[in-house]
């Protein structure tokens, strides 16, 4: 596996020390290559024994073998004049995309769509910003003929999570996974019956432990820009993708073309 995807899909699960190497490997991970292990703990505020361990917890044999790895993985950049902002955000795109690329698992797709078809009800839960992402692929959902409802008040989705059933799946949109009022909804679901899906960036987090089906997307806060950060990039992008595995099906394509006859979106 990737190391840098490793490093993300942990972070949880990482000390405090750790997570200081995970921030700075994730950040600076073209400089790894040529580091040494000293440098890389001198850097970080920590120890060579940190290091190593660290290197372990996400399955590399060696500090040596992590950065071979690391350099393999990385995106080759673009050229770039000095303050080429086209190029900069370019370059950001392509790396959560190539990343929550690598992150996204073809059977998790296939069981996705195969829960998504047997349910009666489909209730799509975010706050803030993973609100909007949630909204969209709500609506995307409710094109293609499904039951869809989004919400991203918590007293709402509480109460619709309250009255559910085993015929209602739960799709939650957090990329922390640590929300409390999409945590705290989705356990009402789960006493409920209903089936949970989440799209979250770690592995271990309490949206990912109610889970039944759980899709890991890169999180764009470890991409080392200030000028700017989309952190719905890479959950909108998954949605892109499901929805077109979707539409390879007559029925949902037909019914997402006549809710665009219906809205003059010719």
Sequence with gaps: MN??????????????NERSIANYILQNSPKINN?????????????????????????????SDMKVDISQHLIKNISRQENDILSEVFS?????IKNTQQMIDQNSIKQFIKLLKS????????????????????LRLMR????????????WMKMRASISTDND?????????????????????KKQSARIVSITSYLDNPVAQISDLIFHVYNPRFTDNEKFINSQFSNMYL?????????????????????RIAVGDK
């Excluded at 950001?92 to 959560?96: A, E, L, M």
């Excluded at 949605?239 to 809710?259: A, G, P």
């Design 92 to 96: 950001f795109y392509q790396t959560v």
């Design 35 to 63: 580091m040494k292990i000293t440098e890389l703990a001198h850097n970080t505020k920590t120890s060579c024994a940190t290091v190593t361990r660290f290197v372990k917890k996400i399955g590399c044999p060696s500090y």
């Design 169 to 189: 799946l739960f799709l939650a949109i957090s990329n922390s996974g640590t929300t409390k009022s999409i945590v705290d909804t989705l356990k009402i679901a």
């Design 144 to 155: 293609m003929g499904f039951d869809a409802q989004s919400f991203i008040d918590p007293n």
């Design 3 to 16: 190391p840098l995807v490793a490093i993300q899909k942990n972070y949880l699960r990482f000390s405090k």
């Design 239 to 259: 949605i892109d993708i499901l929805t077109s595995c979707l539409q390879e099906e007559d029925k949902f394509k037909d019914s997402m073309q006549k809710t």
């Design 119 to 138: 349910q009666e009800h489909i209730i799509l839960i975010g706050s803030s910003n993973s609100g909007v992402s949630a909204e969209a692929f709500g």
